[in-house]
């Protein structure tokens, strides 16, 4: 399946590349590099987890932004390569305010802006660090979407040469490729949960 964006209305103008540099922006860097992680604040989680999961999700530490990446995601911790995110994902949800996580169950963004679905973007284990997958969630953490937008770019290009991330998402929408979407108008309605259950030395370096 082709990529799918959904959108909130606030963005309908907006292109992709400067939505992601927005958002980028205002996340923040988790300075989440060895020797610097933070239990219970840099270092996001897994559900199920500890260090696998369906979802990883993580909060900004100096603004309510978040993301929740879906999919069949693997941290390595201290088996080689350490300190290694591989994988596949399907989504990434990107917003505000993360809720769920650990034992409050599935992530969830109280206020999701833009979600990115059908990605199949993957990276095995052997690729340590330089797999597509631990470059696009570590460049996240770091306020760096530069991997992401690369990712998005060559999957809009796939479907159609005129369509990258320079195009806005109400243009993707009349390429067929984006729709508004209404959930997000309601989703103040999910509970927030709080800062979700930390797994332990999780230390994705660059």
């Not at 917003?95 to 769920?100: D, F, K």
């Not at 760096?144 to 990258?164: E, G, M, N, R, V």
Request: proline share 3%; net charge negative; aromatic share 8%.
């Amino acid at each position: 399946m082709s990529i799918s964006i959904s959108y909130s209305t606030a963005y309908a103008a907006n292109t992709v590349a400067e939505y992601l540099s927005d958002w980028s922006a205002y996340f923040g860097d988790l300075n989440h590099r060895e020797g610097s992680v933070k239990e219970g604040s840099n270092t996001g989680g897994f559900n199920p987890g500890p260090f696998d999961g369906t979802q990883y999700g993580v909060s900004s530490t100096v603004s309510n932004a978040a993301v929740v990446a879906n999919g069949d995601l693997h941290y390595t911790l201290f088996n080689p390569p350490s300190h290694t995110l591989w994988g596949s994902i399907d989504s990434l949800d990107l917003g505000t305010v993360l809720t769920g996580g650990a034992a409050g169950g599935s992530y969830a963004l109280a206020e999701q802006e833009v979600s990115f679905a059908n990605l199949g973007l993957s990276s095995l284990q052997a690729e340590g660090r330089d797999g597509q997958v631990h470059k696009i969630i570590y460049g996240l953490m770091s306020g760096d979407s530069s991997a992401l937008a690369s990712a998005i770019d060559s999957l809009l290009k796939d479907i159609d040469p005129s369509l990258s991330i320079n195009s806005t998402f109400d243009q993707l929408a009349a390429a067929g490729v984006a729709h508004v979407d209404s959930a997000a108008v309601a989703a103040s309605d999910v509970a927030l949960v709080g800062v979700q259950d930390v797994p332990q030395d999780f230390a994705l370096a660059a």
